[in-house]
T-cell receptor, first 112, second 110 residues
Framework: EAQVTQNPRYLITVTGKKLTVTCSQNMNHEYMSWYRQDPGLGLRQIYYSMNVEVTDKGDVPEGYKVSRKEKRNFPLILESPSPNQTSLYFC???????????FGEGSWLTVV | EDQVTQSPEALRLQEGESSSLNCSYTVSGLRGLFWYRQDPGKGPEFLFTLYSAGEEKEKERLKATLTKKESFLHITAPKPEDSATYLCAVRSYNNNDMRFGAGTRLTVKP
């Protein structure tokens, strides 16, 4: 089954404790991206990647890092999480920068 | 900068009461306009892609249309299971991201 898989789905962590949210897709897509979704603000792009070793900032990259060492994986790294990073995070992938993107199920992150 | 505005923010309908959701956009060189459905706590689910003015797509009770400045999602005789947030997004030739509107939260009462 074609899918985008994120882990963990739910996480409560403390301020300053580094964490990584993994994302994997099995569709051989070149384009991958991370979004956060907050009430009243909609979906905002954090980072995206056009292909392996190619990443770029979206609208809200501060406090986040990404890497794309393999085509199928695109982890999101929070080096020192803060409470304002409490949000619902989505990973997504697309064949390229022109096509429909397909979303994972989301990761609920709470930073206390 | 690309912008997407959806209206209304929320819409409550009775079962069977048809209506339309609006998505206005400002982009330099539209690559595609996308409609998604999102249920609470879940990832957006793809519905339609529209590429050029005049294009229409249909799926069950939903029909999406596109002009040079806006898109409409028409819902005919909705059912309670159509209740969800509907998101509109655009991709342009200017950049490599997909920009989303804030969504319309649709509630259909039986």
């Amino acid at each position: 089954e074609a899918q985008v898989t994120q882990n963990p789905r739910y996480l409560i962590t403390v301020t300053g404790k580094k964490l990584t949210v993994t994302c994997s897709q099995n569709m051989n897509h070149e384009y991958m991206s991370w979004y956060r979704q907050d009430p009243g603000l909609g979906l905002r792009q954090i980072y995206y990647s056009m292909n392996v070793e190619v990443t770029d900032k979206g609208d809200v990259p501060e406090g986040y890092k990404v890497s794309r060492k393999e085509k199928r994986n695109f982890p999101l790294i929070l080096e020192s999480p803060s409470p304002n990073q409490t949000s619902l995070y989505f990973c997504a992938s697309s064949p390229d920068a022109a096509n429909t993107i397909y979303f994972g199920e989301g990761s609920w992150l709470t930073v206390v | 900068e690309d912008q997407v505005t959806q209206s209304p923010e929320a819409l409550r309908l009775q079962e069977g009461e048809s209506s339309s959701l609006n998505c206005s956009y400002t982009v330099s060189g539209l690559r595609g306009l996308f409609w998604y459905r999102q249920d609470p706590g879940k990832g957006p689910e793809f519905l339609f892609t529209l590429y050029s003015a005049g294009e229409e797509k249909e799926k069950e009770r939903l029909k999406a249309t596109l002009t040079k400045k806006e898109s409409f999602l028409h819902i005919t005789a909705p059912k309670p299971e159509d209740s969800a947030t509907y998101l509109c997004a655009v991709r342009s030739y200017n950049n490599n991201d997909m920009r989303f509107g804030a969504g319309t939260r649709l509630t259909v009462k039986p």
